[in-house]
């Protein structure tokens, strides 16, 4: 089991507003950008400790989650921790999809969020129990990691095309710890994901 570093708990759950909006309900919240059209993204992954060491994930975004939709889930989260946000994520909609190739294992995305960067822009996915995912792919099964979290950087290219990295998260768990939110991996280390291009 691992910790990501602070500056990860940041990333991750910040730009979801889920470190922010949940301790301030007040303050005012940025707008998502625009998403009317799915999208779809591939991308390389690298497989630690696997016997084929790299994969095709394909990642779709059928819509952007809302600032109300994403409060929701942070109000979720601080009332009753991860088991509430759990529930609240698996009453959601799903709206995207993860699955890698030759893999059995994939799972739904039920809030994802897109935020402007200075070069570009960043997508952040969340998934409730990504269980069969995790089985099919490390052979294990833990109750306590029921969170999966997807993170992906994009700019654009000198052709005008968005390329990028990022990273997954298959099996997380949650909590809030003397006001951070903290996330803790199962396994191994988040899976790389390399060549990340728009479709």
């Known amino acids: 089991m691992s910790h990501t570093p602070l500056k990860v708990f940041a990333l991750l759950f910040g730009m979801c507003c889920l470190a922010t909006a949940a301790f301030s309900q007040t303050a005012e919240q940025p707008k998502p950008l625009p998403g009317p059209k799915p999208e779809h993204f591939s991308a390389v992954a690298s497989l630690p400790r696997a016997k084929t060491a790299t994969a095709w994930v394909d990642v779709r975004v059928s819509r952007y989650s809302s600032n109300s939709k994403t409060q929701e889930m942070a109000n979720a989260l601080v009332a009753g921790g991860q088991d509430e946000l759990v529930k609240a994520l698996e009453k959601a909609k799903t709206v995207g999809h993860i699955s890698l190739s030759g893999r059995v294992g994939a799972f739904d995305l039920k809030l994802v969020r897109s935020r402007k960067t200075p070069t ?32 992906i950087d994009l700019k654009l290219n000198k052709n005008g095309k968005e390329v990028g990295e990022g990273m997954l998260i298959y099996a997380s768990k949650v909590k809030i710890e003397n006001g951070k939110i903290d996330i803790e991996y199962v396994g191994m280390e988040p899976i790389r994901l390399a060549n990340v291009r728009k479709n």
């Open 120 to 151: 570009g822009r960043r997508i952040i996915g969340v998934s409730d129990r990504p269980i069969a995912f995790l089985e099919a792919y490390a052979g294990s099964r833990s109750s306590d990691y029921q969170v999966g979290i997807l993170v």
